[in-house]
């Protein structure tokens, strides 16, 4: 299949963006999909943030980490609570912990869902940072909010919750470890004191632990003490950057990850995946597009690139996921059945693209406001 043209593909990502961005400053996780609609994600959301922050659109990023730290500040004393409690040795149980998404109101959701995920609250400090390092923002309006996730991390990071996949929840995962490292390192210039300290012995103590424990045979590992490994630690090469891409870890990471996990460039969650058939997911391929970049193969991920265009469907929407290869094609109809056809189109799909877009000099914020 052709790909679509990457600055019309571009230019249309950033509009679904910015256009379905709420008033409240949410970023939908998809607009129709019916296990998603209603819903904002602090995963997706701040992985959405970023690409908007990098392509320009520095007030929608903004209104976002806006919406971010009005979900928290609401929670401030339930925070403080979960915090006090597992400081005085009774971790809350999952159901107290904070929730993967939010209404766009920012209220919890009424619907049950696989809700205990650390990831968020580190990629929202990590985007935050990068989009002060990019436009030179001064984050004092959000410092109430990032000293509350800090303590709120500081306290939690050990613990077993669900992955980025909403799943496994008796396991420490490593990307979600490497979104929390991410995140605790990033918000330390904004702290002071005590805070501070503990924000870079946290950060400090999670990279060992993702060096040590977190690798198998020189890469990472899908969890603590698993054999497998998952598209989403490539994140943790890049765009996080906490592991380097050219050290022997990151370089055996991205082999693996290509060699397990990639068909035809396209990259699947992970083996054993079922979910909606278990295809393979323009989002992961074009952050496995930024390891390879960052690794120095440019080729390589414009190849990667080339493929998450080309799940674009003709009105240019990208889905979550493609079924050209499954790895359990027994099961997509039972996905269909439950939820209806794959989520399309996917906020998270358009922000990966254009942000490795972007990292690619395929198009820029500029050429990005009148595409030709
Ligand atoms: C994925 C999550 C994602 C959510 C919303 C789920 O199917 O597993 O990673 O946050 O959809 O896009």
Redesign the pocket.
Known sequence: MTPPDAAALAAHSLRLITGLQTPEGAYP??PSFS??RG?C?F??GAFIADAASAAGEIASAERFFDWCAAVLVARADHIRWIVAETAAGRPPAAERMLP??YTFSGDDGADEWWDFQLDGYGTWLWALRAHADRHGTDLSRWADAVELTVDYLVASWQRPCFD????HAMHVHVSTLACVAAGLDAARPDLSGARAERAATSSAAIVELIRTEGTLDGRLRKWLGSTAVDGSLAAAIAPLEVIPATSPLGAETIRVLEAHLTVDGGVH?FLGDT?FGGGQWPLLTCFLGLAQLAAGDRARALELFAWASSTATDDLDLP?QVPGHLIAPGMRQEWIDRWGTV?TP?L?SHAMLLRLGLALDLFTPDSLKDPR
């Open positions: 996780a998809s296990a998603y819903y994600w995963r997706d993967a998404r980025w996949w909403e799943e969650r979910f979550e989520a996917l998270w």
